[in-house]
């Protein structure tokens, strides 16, 4: 898949669809975050590194609307 824009809060990053079903998510040419499902005992969620639970949560939203 090709790497794709979303607007969060305002500000635009590129997500990009990685072959292990990860996405790097970048703010112009510097990568802010890397985002993967995580499936826990409580269900399904988004996590990530470098960015709080809540902000990938959100990021993830948006990659579902636009992938599905």
Known sequence: ME???ITISGKKLTVVPLDDG???IL???RRIASLW???TAAG???AAEKI???VAEQIGTLINA???
């Open 27 to 29: 703010d112009g040419a």
């Open 66 to 68: 636009h992938e599905y």
């Open 44 to 46: 399904i969620c988004w």
């Open 37 to 39: 499902l995580d499936i």
């Open 3 to 5: 790497p794709y824009e």
């Open 52 to 54: 709080s639970l809540q």
């Open 22 to 24: 990860t996405y790097s």
